[in-house]
């Protein structure tokens, strides 16, 4: 029997799986490295970082399935989406890649608006200028960096930047690409307009795929070291959250997902490019082929949960070590014992900014509402209320395209908490349910691998085989009735505040 692996650089580590060719996970490993972040508001990392965790954890992941390396039949790339990897003519990295969750870019979003006009660059690229993403990146190092970035030749995303150290290829696809705001999101490849307007050449990027196609094949000195063949292919893979979406099965009209990690997303497959005319969600092609994804993020959703657990959650966390369970499950059973609404206490999840559907670099999070009654039990719920809030806030404009959703699959760390479950179905108004596959983009590139080497014919006959529900969780009419108000008083504090937010970011800048 052949085997898959698929490695997901993340931001916060990389996760590599190994799988047979049932889909049956044999073994998985994680490498964590550390971010950086010179002045607030930037996030950077050290490449050779990634490279280091690849290089261990492949081994280790086939160490501990018990098998025979050079079995493996395909590898797939996953990664962290719209960081910035500029390269010089001999392959040297120039500069720390800045990274998705980035903030300096304001101004560069501006000029592309500017230069390319907003109507336009919605035509074609399907979503508006943002911080996150990789052009206004590449326009700031240009801006502020003119002598580093004169010497730059390759513009690669983090998880390319791992391919083309495996394969020695320059290549990319289609969802990742999505993501830089340098692609025709309607013809899936790179769009000469927005290119030409804002004097970026082409030939500085990477060869577009599509997710399931062979990019490149592993070189045999790199082979060697990893314990692999030499000529492995390595196909398209996926951006992190295109990835997730083929690793839960959202690969059909109908089914969105609520992913859960430090960043929350809300996915919806699509048949056909849907646009929001506003720009507050983004359109991205799908790592199937030919088909397309409408996707909301708010930046810190698990993000501000792990906040609340290192500042104020030492006796949860000491609780959970005596007990031999995780932290969550302390916060969410006292969080349980608050009422819904947590007594009027809203929590504003804008810990570092936010994407969806705000797109605002300077928003901030904080407790609105606070009284002398108010006890800690109300603080952890009305964190995970906000949250949920945020993510419901995605799933409201989707409606709004008239994409229907029939169920929302609960991924991530919400999807670990029943109670958590319940409150997700009750503030969408939708079944929630959760699958037996659970290591998301890392597995799903793994599954891209599958249909790249012909083990499935598919994208969706892959997703069909292997994945399957698990659990179900309705939503009560009374508990949805009861959190309308706090949705809609959740939605106003953030228009109330605003401006006090821009003079808050004015107070610490630099």
């Known amino acids: 029997m052949g085997y898959l692996i698929g490695a997901d650089i993340g931001t916060t580590g990389t996760k590599t799986i190994i799988c047979d060719e049932n889909g049956n996970i044999l073994a998985r490993e994680l490498a964590e490295y550390p971010n950086y972040f010179p002045k607030p508001g930037w996030s950077e990392q050290n490449p050779a970082h990634w490279w280091k965790a690849i290089r261990e954890t492949i081994p280790r992941v086939i160490a501990k399935a018990k098998v025979d390396g050079m079995q493996v039949k395909g590898i797939g790339l996953s990664g962290q989406m719209h960081g910035l990897v ?189 646009k929001d005319p506003k720009g507050r969600v983004h359109t991205f092609c799908h790592a199937v082929k030919n088909k397309w994804h409408v996707m909301g993020v708010m930046l810190s959703a698990g993000g501000s949960f792990r906040w609340l657990r290192d500042t104020l959650g030492a006796e949860e966390t000491a609780e959970a070590r005596k007990k031999g369970v995780d932290p969550y499950d302390i916060l969410c059973t006292k969080a349980a014992r608050a009422p819904i609404g947590s007594e009027a206490l809203i929590f504003l999840p804008y810990l570092t900014g936010e994407r969806t559907p705000h797109a605002n670099p300077n928003a901030r999070g904080g407790w609105i509402g606070l009284t002398a009654r108010h006890g800690k039990e109300h603080l952890i719920r009305s964190v995970i209320e906000g949250i949920t809030f945020g993510m419901n806030d995605s799933l409201t404009i989707m409606k709004e395209m008239n994409i229907k959703p029939k169920e929302i699959i609960s991924t991530g760390g919400g999807a670990a908490s029943r109670f958590w479950r319940k409150m997700q179905a009750d503030v969408y108004g939708h079944k929630v349910t959760t699958v037996n596959a659970t290591d998301g983009p890392a597995f799903g590139v793994a599954l891209l691998a599958g249909v790249g080497t012909g083990v499935w014919k598919s994208v969706p006959q892959a997703c069909e085989a292997i994945i399957k529900t698990t659990s179900k969780v309705t939503p009560d009419r009374k508990a949805s009735k009861a959190y309308q108000p706090c949705y809609e008083l959740y939605q106003r504090l953030y228009h109330d505040l605003k401006a006090e937010f821009d003079a808050m970011a004015e107070m610490v800048a630099d």
């Not at 980035?102 to 336009?120: L, P, S």
């Not at 074609?124 to 590449?138: M, S």
């Not at 690793?247 to 009209?253: D, E, H, L």
């Not at 992913?259 to 490019?273: E, W």
Request: aromatic residues 6%; hydrophobic residues 40%; positive net charge.
């Open 86 to 274: 500029l390269l010089d003519k001999k392959n040297k990295v120039l500069r720390r890649p800045i990274l998705w969750n980035d903030q300096r870019t304001a101004a560069e979003c501006d000029e592309i608006t500017t230069k390319v006009g907003r109507k336009k660059l919605l035509d074609l690229t399907c979503n508006p200028a943002l911080t996150g993403f990789t052009a206004p990146k590449i326009l700031w190092v240009r801006n502020n960096e003119p002598e580093l970035y004169d010497k730059a030749a390759h513009i690669l995303l983090p998880k390319d930047y791992i391919r083309l150290l495996l394969t020695g290829e320059y290549a990319t696809e289609v969802s990742d690409a999505s993501g830089m705001l340098l692609l025709d999101v309607n013809k899936r490849s790179w769009c000469k307009p927005v290119l030409s307007a804002l004097q970026i050449d082409e030939d500085m990027l990477a060869k577009c795929y599509e997710s399931r196609e062979i990019t490149g094949r592993v070189l045999p000195k790199v082979a060697a070291g990893l314990g692999i063949p030499a000529g492995t292919p390595v196909v398209g893979g996926a951006g992190d959250c295109a990835a997730g979406a083929v690793g839960t099965g959202i690969v059909k009209p109908g089914i969105v997902s609520a992913s859960l990690g430090t960043s929350g997303v809300v996915f919806a497959f699509s048949n056909k490019v849907q």
